[in-house]
């Protein structure tokens, strides 16, 4: 017998998008309603994160995650429901916090 776990989350449970600087690793959280362009420097450190402001690295980032965010933003029902799967491995350090609950757990 095979067992599976599978954590599948909608894209209506995300909230926002965290950006984290590789060089300080400062932080920081902005909601989806509220992204607007990735900035291209960490605004903790000043560390540039891509080498052109509109270079084809910066512009696909951005289109991710402007794509993403109208995504949620859809009012209509779509004719399919779109899930994305995240694997064991990214849950492993995961905090859980408290009070929280999670989909699909009983």
Same mark, same amino acid.
């Given at each position: ?19 984290? +600087? !590789?060089? /300080?690793?400062?932080?920081? &959280?902005?909601?989806? @309603?509220?992204? %607007?362009?990735?900035?291209?420097? +960490? !605004?903790? /450190?000043?560390?540039?994160? &891509?080498?052109?402001? @509109?270079?084809? %690295? ?49």
């Amino acid at each position: 017998m095979t067992a599976e776990q599978r954590v599948l989350i909608e894209a209506q449970d995300v909230i926002g998008f965290e950006f984290e +600087c !590789p060089h /300080c690793n400062g932080r920081f &959280f902005v909601p989806i @309603g509220n992204f %607007d362009m990735i900035r291209t420097a +960490c !605004p903790n /450190c000043r560390e540039q994160w &891509f080498k052109v402001q @509109g270079g084809a %690295d910066h512009l696909l980032v951005n289109d991710v995650l402007d794509g993403f965010k109208r995504l949620v933003k859809i009012d209509a029902p779509l004719g399919v429901k779109i899930k994305f799967q995240i694997s064991e491995g990214a849950l492993n350090g995961c905090e859980r916090k408290t009070g929280s609950t999670e989909k699909g757990s009983n």
